[in-house]
């Protein structure tokens, strides 16, 4: 079985100030991480993921394989990084080889100006 | 050009209804899902087709079926409406090949609504 948990609902941060968003996982091989984004009425779009190692509007997130944790930073907040985040994992299922994304509940960051 | 795209994008219908929602993928990938985001904002996948054929199924109500015509299509009907069926549905679609994942692309969501 694969989990995630967002532990943070609603993150509220000032401009400038760090962020860490935080997310964990269960799983017993090796995953996939992604953080997803969801602006105010827009759609989900990827915002990054582990095996990339690239930094996106500012943003990073180092797999932890000791913690199973894929946290998810910027130091400087901005106003438009206000919005709903979601970690998500992809593992294999048991049956066909076939991966299977689970998402996180989701965390709202909220950057006060 | 829109990459992910589903109809209707809002929709309001009585209890008890059955209803549809469309979802078309131009991309080529070869898995399309469905997502229900209810009103924590809580995300969770309902299906998911890889070529036509179904390979991820969770908990969900038998009233709930979806129907992937081709693997750029994927339909969700939804017999016997409930209240509790009011949420945003999102679709996506992948390449997923045995062994990896790519990105999903996810559509702009319809906000279903039931009175």
């Known amino acids: 079985a694969q989990r995630v948990t967002q532990p943070e609902k609603l993150l509220s941060v000032f401009k400038g100030a760090p962020v860490e968003l935080k997310c964990n996982y269960s799983?017993?091989?090796?995953?996939?991480l992604f953080w997803y984004v969801q602006y105010s009425r827009q759609r989900l779009q990827l915002l990054l993921r582990h095996i990339s190692r690239e930094s996106i509007k500012g943003f990073t997130a180092d797999l932890n394989k000791g913690e199973t944790s894929f946290h998810l930073k910027k130091p400087f907040a901005q106003e438009e990084d206000s919005a709903m985040y979601y970690c998500a994992l992809s593992g294999r299922m048991d049956s066909g080889g076939y991966q299977k994304v689970t998402f996180g509940t989701g965390t709202k960051l909220q950057v006060i100006p | 050009d829109t990459a992910v795209s589903q109809t209707p994008k809002y929709l309001v219908t009585q209890m008890g209804n059955d209803k549809s929602i469309k979802c078309e993928q131009n991309l080529g990938h070869d898995t399309m899902y469905w997502y229900k985001q209810d009103s924590k904002k809580f995300l969770k996948i309902m299906f998911s087709?890889?070529?036509?054929?179904?390979?991820i199924n969770e908990t969900v109500p038998n009233r709930f079926s979806p129907k992937s015509p081709d693997k750029a299509h994927l339909n969700l009907h939804i017999n016997s409406l409930e209240l509790g069926d009011s949420a945003v549905y999102f679709c996506?679609?992948?390449?997923?090949?045995?062994?990896?994942?790519?990105?999903?692309?996810f559509g702009p969501g319809t906000r279903l609504t039931v009175l």
């Open positions: 799983y017993s091989g090796s995953p996939e």
């Open positions: 087709y890889n070529n036509k054929e179904l390979i």
């Open positions: 996506a679609s992948s390449q997923v090949e045995r062994g990896a994942t790519d990105t999903q692309y």
